[in-house]
Nanobody, 132 residues
Framework: QVQLVESGGGSVQAGGSLRLSCAASGYTSSSRRNCMGWFRQAPGKEREGVAAIYTGSGTAFYADSVKGRFTISQDNTKNTVYLQMNSLKREDTAMYYC???????????????????????WGQGTQVTVSS
């Protein structure tokens, strides 16, 4: 059973930056054929994909709404994925969730940002609040 623990959320003014972390444990294989993603959900809205990374290659994928502002990265030695968020806007305010899909191909991950159903494991979430 994969377990995900997020950290790094908080409150920041518009234009500021935050870095979220997601530590993963419990993978059944060391092959690193995994897709890890970040999603967010604001009150009254559906869960929205933000970014994903294929851990085998480090290839990253982004939603259009965050391209150029957010960067997803990984530290394989720590089984940790990061989401660096710059130039934050009020509309980025949401609960941010880390998600994982184990044992998948890179092509699977390339479309994973578009669908929460592609991920089997989820963290508890970390709140990001951006004020003007």
């Amino acid at each position: 059973q994969v377990q995900l623990v997020e950290s790094g959320g908080g409150s920041v003014q518009a234009g500021g930056s935050l870095r979220l972390s997601c530590a993963a444990s419990g993978y059944t294989s060391s092959s690193r054929r995994n897709c890890m993603g970040w999603f967010r959900q604001a009150p009254g809205k559906e869960r929205e994909g933000v970014a994903a990374i294929y851990t085998g290659s480090g290839t990253a994928f982004y939603a259009d709404s965050v391209k150029g502002r957010f960067t997803i990265s990984q530290d394989n030695t720590k089984n940790t994925v990061y989401l660096q968020m710059n130039s934050l806007k009020r509309e980025d305010t949401a609960m941010y969730y880390c998600a994982a899909a184990e044992g998948v191909r890179g092509t699977y991950c390339s479309t994973a940002v578009g669908g929460a159903e592609k991920f089997s494991y989820w963290g508890q979430g970390t709140q990001v609040t951006v004020s003007s």
